[in-house]
């Protein structure tokens, strides 16, 4: 089976540090169980919405086997495929496609760049609604962990590939959607408008210069949280290493100078490299977990048992036990908590969840956390205490 050089999926990678495409070429693939049910997850919707179903037949379940809160994600993506298709239904030429094959090749004479003729992958969905001169290019994510944006490096490519299929229709806008439905926080869909030219317009600024880098005598190397997380050579590159070296040292160089000898500047552009040293620290110490779990030897490490809390070995029988003991009154035994609002909705169904129901739940605020400046949550607002005490005096 072929695979893309330069794939959609890799490009957040690739445009940052182009270096790493040629660093990683020969480094062996691994997978993990939470790829694979990613994967499977994507199999189940491609066949609900290529079956034109509303709901996951119970065969379906059935062939795929998924976990329920898989099962719950399906659903939220057939419910809101639903209601995009919904919201287009007057127009007669609307028309969707699953699980396509998209290509940049036709792109490669126009800009004088073969090296787009290598950058392919497959697109989850789209719908071309060409009354509204509009188009949808649409991924899934089934991770529930980090979030992602829609105005993403692996979108822009997917757009720019359906694009060059569509030689019929006219297309004005294009909207970049990822659907995160088993997302712990955030915004399970989100959606980013742009346009041809402008997706044109990055291709040449911003992925041409990255793939012709790539394939330079002396390419650009850049380690960052988002360049590093998926990169096969991410414990062993000598970039990110000197990178966390270079950090290491400001912790003590910063540490020495508190708290009286550091001004805000200084602070701020330390506070700027520790996520990706912890990262760094991190992912050495997962390498090294795994070498001694492989049966290999470690010197001066091993790995022990950490804290084990007891419990029941078959809690059918001990409740069996200590009910026919006559001791206890049942109650006495067991505990009982009321759901949380996440698992009541899903026993009701969102769609009957009412006003009342909405007017139960609040969300308190959560911990202050420190966090870049180009993060997209909005700042907290701290008054002084003098501020404060302002308030209360004319």
């Not at 182009?18 to 994507?42: L, M």
């Not at 034109?52 to 998924?66: A, G, S």
């Not at 520790?274 to 010197?299: T, V």
Request: glycine residues 4%; contains cysteine.
């Amino acid at each position: 089976m072929l695979h893309s050089k330069f794939s959609p999926s890799q490009l957040p990678r690739i445009v940052i540090c182009p270096g790493s495409v040629e660093s990683t070429k020969d480094i062996a693939k691994t997978t993990s169980i939470y790829a694979q049910d990613g994967t499977t997850a994507h199999s189940m919707t491609e066949e609900c919405l290529t079956l034109n179903e509303h709901t996951i037949p119970d065969l379906t379940k059935k062939k795929f086997n998924m976990a329920p809160d898989y099962e719950d994600a399906v659903q939220e993506v057939l419910d809101w495929v639903s209601a995009l298709k919904l919201k287009h239904a007057e127009c007669e030429n609307m028309y969707e496609v699953i699980e396509q094959k998209v290509y940049l090749t036709s792109y490669a004479e126009h800009t004088g760049c073969e090296l787009l003729c290598d950058v392919y992958g497959t697109l989850d969905y789209s719908l071309v609604v060409p009354e509204e001169e509009l188009l949808y290019v649409i991924d899934w994510k089934f991770g529930a962990g980090e979030e992602v944006y829609p105005e993403s490096e692996q979108l822009k490519a997917y757009a720019l590939g359906r694009l060059a299929a569509l030689t019929k229709v006219k297309i004005k806008h294009v909207i970049l959607v990822i659907g995160q439905p088993r997302l712990y926080s955030g915004e399970l869909f989100k959606m980013h408008e742009t346009t041809p030219n402008s997706l044109f317009t990055w291709m040449q600024q911003s992925l041409i210069p990255a793939l012709n880098n790539s394939q330079s005598k002396h390419p650009i190397f850049q380690p960052s949280a988002k360049s590093c997380r998926w990169c096969a050579r991410k414990n062993f590159c000598k970039y990110r290493k000197n990178q966390a070296l270079k950090a290491a040292a400001s912790v003590f160089a910063i540490h020495a100078k508190l708290p009286d000898k550091t001004d805000e500047e200084e602070l701020a552009e330390f506070l700027y490299q520790i996520p990706d040293l912890k990262k760094y620290i991190s992912d050495i110490e997962l390498y090294a977990h795994n070498i001694i779990l492989n049966g290999k030897e470690l010197p001066g490490f091993k790995l022990v048992a950490g804290r084990s809390i007891r419990k029941w070995g078959n809690e059918t029988a001990a409740k069996k036990y200590y009910v026919e003991l006559d001791d206890y009154d049942f109650e006495d035994l067991t505990i009982t908590k009321f759901k949380s609002p996440t698992q009541i909705e899903k026993l009701v169904g969102k769609k009957n969840v009412t006003d009342e129901m909405k007017a139960l739940v609040v969300k308190p605020p959560g911990k202050p956390t420190l966090v870049r400046e180009t993060d997209r949550r909005e700042p907290l607002i701290f008054e002084t205490a003098t501020e404060k005490f302002a308030k209360f005096v004319d």
